[in-house]
């Protein structure tokens, strides 16, 4: 069994930075992909961010792109989600996944993910 463990989170304001960390422990840890998923009170569950564990592919929600960045350390199964220009609207409760089945063409499809972590809160104030 694969564990995902998220830390990072936090209270911030307008315009501050983050850095979420998600580490896999457990069995013999081999994804095919990575990611970042998050929910708002109120809002459905939706995509931020994946990597393949290659490393050769990178997705991004548009709402994301140009401030938030993804990366992996694969020798210590750890991905990192770096949130930058944070805004209000980036509050919600943020997910760390891995696609262990099979190889992941899109990224953004949360049925592709079979490990969820507990998730972890960022609140970005005004």
């Known amino acids: 069994q694969v564990q995902l463990v998220e830390s990072g989170g936090g209270l911030v304001q307008a315009g501050d930075s983050l850095r979420l960390s998600c580490a896999a422990s457990?069995?013999?840890?081999?994804?095919?992909?990575m990611g970042w998923f998050r929910q708002a009170p109120g809002k459905e569950r939706e995509f931020v961010a994946a990597i393949s564990w290659s490393g050769g592919m990178i997705n991004f929600a548009d709402s994301v792109k140009g401030r938030f960045g993804i990366f992996r350390n694969t020798a210590r199964n750890t991905v990192y989600l770096q949130m930058n220009s944070l805004k209000p609207e980036d509050t919600a409760v943020y997910y760390c996944?891995?696609?262990?089945?099979?190889?992941?063409?899109?990224?953004?499809?949360?049925?592709?993910?079979?490990?969820w972590g507990q998730g972890t809160q960022v609140t970005v104030s005004s």
């Open positions: 996944v891995a696609d262990t089945l099979r190889p992941n063409t899109g990224l953004a499809v949360a049925g592709d993910y079979d490990y």
């Open positions: 457990g069995r013999t840890f081999s994804p095919f992909a």
